[in-house]
């Protein structure tokens, strides 16, 4: 019976051990591909190829929004930084939503600054919530 029980909880600890460092893999790939869209997005002038990297890049914080980076998964929810993070994220939403708007009324121009301004507000949130 000893035995059974002890087996249980190794499985039971493994599984947890494991989904949490699945969930951490899964920010650091959508972190990652965040980057990938934004890189791309940032680098052209054709407002096809930043529609559409826009696209996957509001997608892709959308998805980073419901997990929580490894860092900051041992702080409480209402934590300044788990705060920080969703404020950060919800800020990103706003800015994509902006350069949509002016990749879809055709203006290059207002979408490269829109796009500065991500940049900006992901390297003030890096800095912020440095681990």
Known sequence: MKK???????????????????????????????????GTAEKTDDLAVIKAELATLRESVTQ????????LKNQPADSADRKLYTEGLAKLLTQIDAAQAAA?????GETKVALANLKATRNEYHKKLKP
């Open 4 to 38: 059974t029980a002890l087996l249980f909880c190794s499985v039971l600890l493994a599984t947890a051990l494991s989904a949490t460092a699945q969930a951490d893999n899964e920010v650091k790939t959508t972190m990652k591909s965040i980057g990938k869209s934004f």
């Open 64 to 71: 980073v929004q419901k997990l929580v980076p490894e860092h």
């Open 104 to 108: 879809n009324s055709g203006k290059l």
